[in-house]
């Protein structure tokens, strides 16, 4: 019941419960029952997916309690940006959007720099022979971790290591971040701009296995 209602109610960027569907297809594909270490790595990731579903989208609250707690694991000061956003959301200031949109900005913003610092990123990709232009860019001479470098680093030690596994995951979550730096006109109304914070409720949600050891 709740996946339909999932289906319903995410509606912006790739969703969660897709990226859930792809990766269970991959599985399906590969067959892992010759390495029970993976399969069971990766049946736990999975289920983790679809509860992070069912528990964000079923609440009828902009303000998630498990959001809440894995903020304050990253940095309890966060939490100000998060309670602030989800005020601003539900505000009937004209305004509402511009300030719901400086508020995320600067939460996930913080919570790239904390999770995935761009020289240890750096170092991974490289590392793990992830040089293309898609994880790595050069800016005035220097090489630089992408969006989703950072996110794949942030993601390295809880999901199978096959980029075909959990890319749909970061793409979603980069797909989010991007529409953070976009022309916020289009969510003016209060019902769009509440189902765009819960997505990112949804976003926040998938950091808890590797936040929260």
């Known amino acids: 019941m709740y996946l339909r209602m999932f289906k319903e109610k995410i509606c912006i960027g790739l969703s969660l419960l897709n990226a859930a569907v792809k990766i269970e297809n ?39 309690s498990n959001c809440l707690k894995i903020i304050k694991r990253i940095d309890p000061q966060l939490i100000q940006e998060y309670i602030g956003a989800a005020k601003a959301a539900t505000s009937r200031n004209p305004d509402r959007a511009r300030h719901t949109f400086i508020s995320l900005r600067t939460l996930w913003e913080q919570i790239l720099t904390r999770l995935a610092p761009p020289d240890s990123s750096l170092k991974w990709l490289q590392k793990t022979n992830r040089v293309s232009a898609e994880y790595i860019y050069i800016k005035a001479e220097k090489r630089c971790p992408t969006k989703f470098g950072r996110l794949l680093f942030i993601f390295r030690e809880v999901i199978a290591d096959e980029d075909k596994l959990y890319s749909p995951l970061v793409k979603g979550l980069k797909a989010y971040l991007e529409k953070l730096n976009e022309v916020h006109k289009h969510l003016l109304k209060s019902s769009k701009l509440k189902r765009f914070f819960k997505l990112g409720n949804t976003h926040l949600n998938t950091l808890e296995p590797v936040v929260i050891k």
Not at 31 to 55: A, T
């Open 26 to 64: 991959y599985l399906e594909s590969l067959g892992y029952s010759s390495n029970m270490k993976k399969k069971k790595q990766v049946k736990k990731v999975r289920s983790r997916l679809f509860e992070v579903c069912k528990k964000t989208v079923i609440s009828p609250s902009l303000i998630c």
